[in-house]
């Protein structure tokens, strides 16, 4: 039996939830990305927020903090199989509790912190290359993860712009962060008008103008003789540049 949910996060709790107290599987993944044969027998469950609840407060208690991230982070990534890992995870975990802090070898602890690992490095190096524009009355930023690290990087811009109204746009999975005063929340964006009429605006002519002056600071700063851009490429990759304003010609 296959367990195949929604995608959300509660919906995979859900899933857990049914293998120990329903059936016992060995696989579960997001119905969206599942490709499976005619010979699989699978089973969507439904998402419950009690349920999900119930589990997730068991993981919380059981694992260490960085325990519980690692399984979130891991649950953010774009890796196709990382439902079946957190499962696995899990399982030993809730055997283990703690003491899976100082595993290095199993498997099932190595596949989710290499995905953890990676969704936390991706979301760090965005608090840095995120670039926003000013649409009156926000400032809009839009970019293409490889993972779905909104939920990680919401937090620090909705701290860091306190007193504005911030959009920061997803585009490969069409849902944004909204924040303003400190609070945020995430949006699916699949009819939700208000963001299409957001990215049609122009720039303001004081916006014009930074974008103006910071390409020629960026283009005019650099030593010719010390020009290495592979290194460059190593801290800007060149599929993150098209979103940048700096890497984008007059």
């Not at 399982?91 to 099932?108: A, V």
Request: aromatic share 14%.
């Amino acid at each position: 039996m296959i367990y195949l949910y929604d995608g959300s996060f509660y919906g995979l709790l859900s899933c857990i939830y049914e293998h120990y107290y329903v059936e016992k599987v060995s696989l579960i993944y997001d119905r969206s990305k599942f490709i499976g044969s005619i010979i699989d027998e699978t089973k969507f469950i439904e998402t419950d927020d009690e349920k999900a609840i119930i589990v997730e407060e068991a993981i919380r208690e059981q694992f260490s903090m960085e325990g519980y991230m690692d399984l979130y982070r891991s649950f953010l990534s774009c890796e196709a199989n990382k439902d079946c890992y957190i499962l696995n995870y899990v399982i030993h975990g809730f055997k283990l509790g703690i003491k899976m802090d100082r595993l290095y070898s199993e498997s099932y602890v190595i596949k989710v912190r290499e995905l953890s690992k990676r969704v936390g490095f991706e979301a760090h190096r965005f608090t840095g290359l995120l670039r926003f524009v000013e649409k009156k009355p926000f400032l809009y930023a839009s970019f293409e993860p490889d993972n779905d690290i909104l939920p990680l990087i919401a937090e620090h811009f909705s701290d860091r712009f306190l007193n504005e109204r911030v959009i920061i746009h997803d585009l490969k999975r069409q849902k944004a962060v909204f924040a303003q005063n400190g609070k945020w929340l995430i949006h699916e964006l699949d009819n939700l008008e208000v963001l299409n009429d957001i990215k049609q605006r122009s720039i303001t002519i004081d916006e014009a103008l930074l974008q103006d002056l910071w390409k020629g600071y960026f283009e005019h700063i650099g030593i010719e003789g010390r020009r290495n851009p592979k290194l460059q490429q190593s801290f800007v990759p060149l599929k993150y540049r098209k979103h940048i304003l700096e890497f984008n010609s007059k």
